[in-house]
Structure formats: C-alpha cells, structure tokens
C-alpha cells in the first residue's frame, strides 16, 4: 500500500475544490463579454467560458464544466471571486432595503401612532399627517391600501438619510 504524504491535501479536500473552481467558472460564464474582457483571463479559458453558454445537453454541460475547472486551476480565484461579490452587493442592498421598508410597512400597520412616531423619529422629513392616513387605511384594509403605504414608506426612505440605524424596531432586525 502506498504512503500518503501528510503534507498533501485529501481527496475530499481536492474533489471539494475543484467543484468549487467548477461553480466559479459557471458564475464567470454568467458576466457579460466586457466584464470578462476586463478580467485578463488566459484566451483558452475565456474561450471555454463563452463556449459554455450555449451547450444545453446535461452531460455535455458537465464536461464543459470540469474542462472550465481544470482550466481555472491555473488562474488566481480570488480577484475572480471578488469581481463576482462586487456584482451581487448592488441585488444584496435592493433586498436589505427592501425588508426595511417591508418591516416599517408591517409595524406601522400593527402598532399604529407609537410605530408613526418611532418612524417620524428616524426620518424627520416625514409628512405625519399623511402617514397617519396612509397606516389608518391600510389598518381598516381597504383595497390597495397597504401597497400605498408601501410606496409612502419607500418614498420617504430614499428621500433622506434616516437618524439611526434605519431598523423597524430599536434592537431588532428585519426577518
């Protein structure tokens, strides 16, 4: 039986890896043409990337895709990776500020007058009287109303910095 060298990585560890090397490719070959461009990819991979695009049979796909890892292996990962991240970070604040705006909407509806109050506290360009109207709408449950006080909600959030740290609830984080 053969010795295995310690310093040496499992196979696990190498199959786990590659995998990982083969998800990056994936996520490569998703960026558009001149976001590769910019990266100063090798031609062969760049190459690979774009011809995974238009391959839709499931084996030949996963082929492509171990071809695409074997290929990465000789290609840092990381400022990759890093290009990748600094795409998703603009979808990541959309949905952070979605549930702000989410968790402000549902609050108003359930607690009325004290959540106004904590709300006008931490946007002072708030127009209460408006607020008031919208929340009192959406509490008695007329048609639409929740999707007004919504947009309201929004409108105002992105008018202005808010005084806080903009959470719905004091200690608390939007679910």
Do not use: N, Y
């Not at 990465?72 to 702000?100: H, K, N, S, Y």
Request: glycine share 8%; with cysteine.
């Amino acid at each position: 039986m053969k010795a295995r060298d310690e310093t040496a990585p499992s196979k696990t560890r190498r199959k786990r890896d590659a995998e990982a090397l083969q998800a990056l490719g994936e996520e490569l070959a998703a960026l558009p043409a001149q976001v590769l461009d910019g990266l100063g990819l090798p031609d062969r991979l760049r190459q690979a990337l774009a011809d995974l695009g238009p391959i839709r049979a499931h084996e030949a796909r996963r082929r492509q895709r171990q071809f695409i890892g074997r290929l990465m292996r000789d290609v840092d990962p990381e400022p990759l990776q890093a290009v990748i991240e600094a795409r998703r970070q603009p979808g990541r604040e959309a949905t952070r500020l979605f549930r702000e705006i989410e968790g402000w909407r549902d609050r108003l509806v359930a607690e009325g007058e004290p959540a106004e109050r904590a709300f006008a506290a931490r946007h002072p360009e708030t127009d209460l009287p408006a607020l008031a109207a919208a929340v009192r709408a959406a509490q008695e449950g007329r048609s639409g109303a929740a999707r007004k006080l919504f947009r309201l909600v929004k409108t105002i959030i992105e008018a202005g910095p808010a005084c806080g740290d903009g959470s719905p609830e004091p200690g608390r984080l939007v679910e």
